[in-house]
């Protein structure tokens, strides 16, 4: 073996190395709000973006290989498995990593995959390859071999052992800096960080404060565009959960299905899939007093 192929290898490795280092951070932070392995995202990022070094990375930071999909921001154009095909384009590699917790998250053919245990890296490969992620057959395997090969899934551990990655705002992520003062300590609900908000605030004024995007507060709290909050208000930093601790909530006169989402820290569409009777309801809607709302156990209300 030349010594030449052998330097040729070693470059890669060393720059795979450095690759993780530097989005080993937001693969957490990603796994914490959104319950994507870091392994995984780690992996499909190296694997598609050829460790940053791919023309879509260099030209058009995209590190996942996501085509446009309906998109209507910048877009970059280059063979795939067609001629001259779409693909989005963003303003720095970070927003890549966004958007694809975003696609995952948001796309119900990936919704089974939020149902696999966090540190089952394999099932979660080979459900990518299910739902269509890529066309290529080898795909869960060049996944798993990539986690194993730079041991990923010590992340995933790390993570499930409660550790929160430092992100600090910064010009480059898009985070928008905050005002000079003490941030508001969180609390916890249902294992998910919150704070009270202030009379009259914005998403907008508390992601600055906080260090996170708007579209998280918008999101996590699944809140409308232009929302103002009133003093009190629950405000998770967090994405909701599946479940509640509680097994019901009984409701209490001019309850909303929204208010007993933020109450308990359940997303709505869980409150919706075990309280089948519910029908179309509005989520601002308020429900008849005394009503019971199934919060845990299988879905349709049953134990």
């Known amino acids: 073996m030349s010594s030449a192929f052998l330097q040729k290898n070693n470059d890669a490795t060393n720059n795979v190395a450095i690759y993780i280092e530097t989005y080993k951070n937001v693969a957490m ?67 890549s990593f966004i958007d694809h917790s975003e696609f995952l998250t948001t796309r119900g053919r990936y919704s089974f995959l939020f149902e696999l245990d966090p540190l089952d890296y394999v099932s979660w490969a080979n459900g990518l ?10 795909y869960p395997k060049l996944l798993i071999n990539l986690i194993k090969r730079h041991d990923l899934h010590r992340f995933d551990l790390m993570v499930m052992d409660g550790y929160e990655p430092d992100i600090k705002p910064s010009k480059t992520t898009g985070f928008r800096a905050g005002p000079n003062f003490q941030k508001r300590k969180a609390e916890y609900n249902n294992r998910i960080k919150y704070i009270y908000a202030r009379e009259g605030e914005t998403p907008e004024m508390i992601a ?39 097994k019901y909530h009984i409701v209490e006169e001019g309850e909303t299905l929204f208010e007993i989402s933020q109450k308990y820290g359940v997303r709505i569409k869980y409150l919706y899939r075990r309280n089948d009777d519910l029908g179309d309801k509005d989520k601002n809607e308020e429900i008849e007093a005394g009503k019971k709302i199934v919060l845990r ?7």
């Open 129 to 138: 390859s299910k739902a269509g992620y890529a066309t290529n057959p080898d």
């Open 29 to 95: 932070q990603h796994m914490t709000e959104y319950g994507i392995p870091a392994s995984i995202k780690l992996a499909q990022a190296i694997l598609e973006s050829g460790y940053g070094t791919s023309n879509l990375a260099r030209h058009a930071n995209n590190h996942f290989g996501i085509k446009c999909h309906g998109w209507e921001y910048a877009t970059y154009y280059q063979d795939d498995d067609e001629k001259d095909e779409c693909f989005r384009s963003y303003h720095h590699p970070v927003y």
């Open 208 to 246: 600055a404060e906080m260090e996170i995007w708007a579209s998280q507060i918008y999101r996590y709290n699944e809140i409308e565009e232009g929302t103002v909050f009133n003093r009190g208000d629950i405000v998770y930093l967090q994405p909701k959960r599946r479940r509640g601790k509680e």
């Open 297 to 303: 156990g299988n879905f349709f209300g049953l134990f």
